[in-house]
């Protein structure tokens, strides 16, 4: 079966064919001069949306008045967009007008000198007129032209910068950094979504930490979670966070987190300790900063910023469900084996345990709850951790018992002893639970 590439070549050829100037544009050329594998193929072509649906078959009229269309070869979708320049932009998103144009002008209204490169799909030849060459050598994210009315025309191009210095591990050039400093407002005009899912990029890249600290330095996260800004600067008890205020410990978190984290996973490391500077108090009688019950309010906070942000139910579930259960792990070896057994059968366990890792390891560097818990996980290995109950209701109706609280009560008392051992069977619960009626 062709790859991806092959077909992205069979659509631009068809389009040369036609007498049409074609090149691949933006992210496409900019990964593959990485060395990256492109997830995709944007076209740009001098054909109009009229002349592409003429060729095609499959086509699709997604953006006709900006001489956008789409292309469906083989189960994949191309985007192919006419040369243009654009009108102004009063909404901070879209351009009131487009006029159709050269490759030139085309690539001078887009928006990082890396992203506006061209490459000719069957020559390979590179046209740039940009200089994106140059920045991806250097490693800099670049507005082309002016920073300040290339961020008007579309502000979420101020997350975008981020977004890219976080995955690729850029700088940004100075003029634009200073750009993004100075319209950080400009976030206001973009909707949640859009920004949510620019946020979601950024945390998901390999350098989430990278990305955290530009949206704060820039002001950005004034307009995303102004939450974290009060980290900064927020004490923690020396002596169990040797590495600094609340913020750092995020920080050394994000950085140490695993490759590939889950979207859950990596917003409730953000957000663990987002609960501290309100439950913030110092002890005077033992000279100690105190916490308490951060977990909590930092669980009902992390809920409240996540639906602000408008996440899926599923998301901000498992997220703060994460950042009420963080504490938990320091309790995990006093537990009884049924308890335990009930703690590593939460359905984000995996998560939870890498959220503890990092936790400790930024802080005190204890690891005897993390191990023992590996270590259970070995001994419990050849059974479900919670099998199948001994005993159901209707056991309990069997034996005249009215429905009500007391079934909850007895049936959890029998999957205690169940997970303990002390049940091993259906006969021997059945007789326990006579014995039991019987008092």
């Given at each position: 079966m062709p790859d991806l590439l092959h077909i992205a070549r069979s659509v631009s050829q068809t389009l040369i064919d036609a007498g049409h100037t074609t090149y691949f544009a933006g992210g496409c050329v900019r990964d593959a001069l990485l060395q990256t594998e492109p997830k995709d193929y944007d076209i740009a072509s001098s054909a109009?949306?009229?002349?592409?649906?003429?060729?095609?078959?499959?086509?699709n009229n997604v953006g006709a008045h900006f001489g956008v269309m789409l292309v469906r070869e083989q189960k994949n979708s191309f985007e192919i967009a006419r040369f243009r320049t654009d009108g102004s932009y009063s909404d901070g998103r879209r351009p009131e007008s487009?006029?159709?144009?050269?490759?030139?002008?085309?690539?001078?209204?887009?928006?990082?000198?890396?992203?506006?490169?061209?490459?000719?799909p069957l020559t390979g030849e590179i046209i740039d007129y940009?200089?994106?060459?140059?920045?991806?050598?250097?490693?800099?994210?670049?507005?082309?032209g002016d920073p300040a009315q290339r961020f008007q025309e579309d502000a979420l191009r101020l997350m975008r910068a981020i977004r890219f210095a976080t995955v690729l591990d850029f700088a940004i050039e100075p003029a634009t950094w200073q750009a993004i400093c100075d319209h950080a407002q400009l976030l206001e005009k973009i909707s949640t979504e859009r920004i949510r899912d620019e946020f979601s990029k950024i945390m998901l890249s390999p350098h989430p930490r990278l990305g955290i600290q530009l949206m704060v330095d820039?002001?950005?996260?004034?307009?995303?979670?102004?939450?974290?800004y009060d980290l900064i600067g927020c004490e923690q008890p020396p002596q169990w966070h040797p590495e600094g205020d609340v913020f750092t410990h995020t920080m050394i978190m994000l950085e140490m987190m695993m490759e590939n984290p889950s979207l859950e996973l990596a917003l409730a490391v953000l957000l663990h300790d987002i609960g501290k500077p309100a439950t913030y108090t110092y002890d005077e009688e033992n000279q100690r900063i105190r916490f308490n019950g951060h977990d909590k309010v930092g669980a009902e906070m992390a809920e409240e910023i996540l639906r602000r942000l408008r996440y899926s139910n599923a998301t901000i579930e498992a997220a703060t469900?994460?950042?009420d259960n963080h504490m938990n792990f320091m309790h995990v070896q006093q537990m009884r084996t049924a308890k335990v057994k009930k703690f590593m059968s939460r359905p984000n366990f995996e998560d939870e345990m890498e959220l503890h890792r990092v936790d400790c390891a930024s802080s005190n560097g204890?690891?005897?709850?993390?191990?023992?818990?590996?270590?259970?996980?070995?001994?419990?290995?050849?059974?479900?951790?919670?099998?199948?109950?001994?005993l159901t209701g209707k056991d309990l109706i069997d034996r005249q018992l009215a429905p009500g609280p007391q079934f909850k009560?007895?049936?959890?008392?029998?999957?205690t002893l169940q997970l303990e051992g002390s049940l091993s069977d259906r006969d021997q619960a059945l007789s326990w639970l006579d014995e039991f009626l019987s008092q």
């Open positions: 109009s949306p009229a002349e592409i649906e003429a060729l095609f078959e499959k086509t487009v006029t159709f144009a050269s490759p030139e002008e085309d690539a001078q209204r887009r928006d990082f000198t890396i992203n506006g490169l061209f490459q000719h940009v200089d994106g060459q140059v920045d991806l050598k250097k490693q800099l994210i670049r507005a082309i820039s002001g950005l996260m004034r307009y995303v979670i102004p939450e974290v469900a994460m950042v204890f690891t005897d709850n993390y191990e023992f818990l590996r270590e259970k996980e070995a001994e419990f290995a050849a059974e479900p951790l919670i099998p199948p109950p001994l009560d007895i049936l959890n008392q029998a999957q």
